[in-house]
Each structure stands twice: as structure tokens, then as C-alpha cells.
């Protein structure tokens, strides 16, 4: 099975801040790596798909990229409702669909 | 528009049985896949497994084949995810899985079902 791993598994930062979350593939998956966030006492949330590509409704400061085996999420400009948990998931495997351990993200 | 609504919050002893339902709706709902994910208190989220309800073809994670069933009824689109002995608390979401392009994501989530398990 592919090996999703995330770093860092948290992170202190503040509102306005810029911020880099990687999440590394175990082997090569393409562009099939999704991003999510999840909010205590909600459904976790798609921010990106296919690496880079920003789901409708998500705001401009969060985008994606990489391929291979090494991808990274950025939000540009810290907001409030910014902090949460955030993981990334491979869609490359379609027999076992893994997800990273995650990245809590906590105000500083 | 296009929702998943689970069913609502069970607590349930150790050894016993359940069988938790996911239902789609503003969409075709046998033409997509639907998968579960499960968050146990304090942990990140694990795949479990997935259905395509036009064949009912079903595949799940490692970790989980053979300790539950996933099981849809495309009449009354619902997916269900149900096990004979229950025995962690966790809670469940069901996902949809969108294709395009040749990549698939999970969108939309179910609002999720909270299992306990507690004698």
C-alpha cells in the first residue's frame, strides 16, 4: 500500500501569518493527491484536488502543488477560520484510497 | 444540490451488532462510488473501504476486511456500513467519490455518525 506521511504533525502560527504543510507519497501517485480540512464537530472539508486544482467555494489564500511524490499545501495569509486539521490523501491506489496522519494547525 | 445524510448517533455495548445508513441525494446515485472513513477519539481519518451501488462491486481497506460490511440498496439510495461485533467508539463518515479528469477526490462528506461503545 502507498505511505501517505505529513510534516509537520502540528503547527503554532498566527493570523496573517503564511503557512507550508508537505505531505510525501511512500512512491510515485501523479497528481492524485487531495487536501482536506477538518474542524472539530464537522465533516472534513476538500480544499484541493488533483494537487493544485482549488474546489469551488474554497478561498484563493489556500493552494497546492507537487507531483511525484512530493506535495505541499499553502495558505498565504493566515485567517481565524483557518485552524484546524488538515490532511492530504492519495487517489492513486483506487483499491486503498490513504490519508496522511494530518497537520493540526493551532494559533500562536 | 448534491448531499449525503447519515444516520443519527447510536451507543451500543461491546459484542453487539449495527448497521449505520448513508443516503444521496441531487444526484445519480448509482453511478458513483461511496466510501466510509472512520476517526477514533484523538486520531486522524482512515479509509475503509468503498461501493458502487449500480453493481454493488465493493473494496476494502486491509485494515478493515472482514471486521465490517458495506452494503447500498439503490432503490432508496442508501449505503449502510455494519458490523456483527462492534468494539471501538469512532465516528463515520460516508464520502462520495467524484472522477474527472483522470483523478478522483472525496466530495461531498456526510455529516457523520458517532459510534460509542461502552459497557
Known amino acids: 500500500d502507498i505511505q501517505m506521511t505529513q510534516s509537520p504533525s502540528s503547527l503554532s502560527a498566527s493570523v496573517g501569518d503564511r503557512v507550508t504543510i508537505t505531505c510525501r507519497a511512500s512512491?510515485?501517485?501523479?497528481?492524485?493527491l487531495n487536501w482536506y480540512q477538518h474542524k472539530p464537530g464537522k465533516a472534513p472539508k476538500l480544499l484541493i484536488y488533483?494537487?493544485?486544482s482549488l474546489q469551488s467555494g474554497v478561498p484563493s489564500r489556500f493552494s497546492g502543488s507537487g507531483s511525484g511524490t512530493d506535495f505541499t499545501l499553502t495558505i498565504s495569509s493566515l485567517q481565524p477560520e483557518d485552524f484546524a486539521t488538515y490532511y492530504c490523501?492519495?487517489?492513486?491506489?483506487?483499491?486503498?484510497?490513504?490519508f496522511g496522519q494530518g497537520t493540526k494547525l493551532e494559533i500562536k | 444540490e448534491v448531499q449525503l445524510v447519515q444516520s443519527g448517533a447510536e451507543v451500543k455495548k461491546p459484542g453487539e451488532s449495527l448497521k449505520i445508513s448513508c443516503k444521496g441525494s441531487?444526484?445519480?446515485?448509482?453511478?458513483?462510488?461511496i466510501g466510509w472513513v472512520r476517526q477514533m477519539p484523538g486520531k486522524g481519518l482512515e479509509w475503509m473501504g468503498i461501493?458502487?451501488?449500480?453493481?454493488?462491486d465493493t473494496r476494502y481497506s486491509p485494515s478493515f476486511q472482514g471486521q465490517v460490511t458495506i452494503s447500498a440498496d439503490k432503490s432508496i439510495s442508501t449505503a449502510y456500513l455494519q458490523w456483527s461485533s462492534l468494539k471501538d467508539t469512532a465516528m463515520y463518515y460516508c464520502?462520495?467519490?467524484?472522477?474527472?479528469?483522470?483523478?478522483?477526490?472525496?466530495?461531498?462528506w456526510g455529516q457523520g455518525t458517532l459510534v460509542t461503545v461502552s459497557s
Open positions: 464520502v462520495r467519490l467524484t472522477s474527472a479528469a483522470g483523478t478522483r477526490w472525496f466530495d461531498p
Open positions: 441531487g444526484y445519480s446515485f448509482t453511478t458513483y462510488w
Open positions: 461501493i458502487y451501488p449500480g453493481d454493488s
Open positions: 512512491q510515485s501517485i501523479s497528481n492524485d
Open positions: 488533483a494537487a493544485s
Open positions: 490523501q492519495q487517489s492513486y491506489n483506487t483499491r486503498v484510497y490513504t
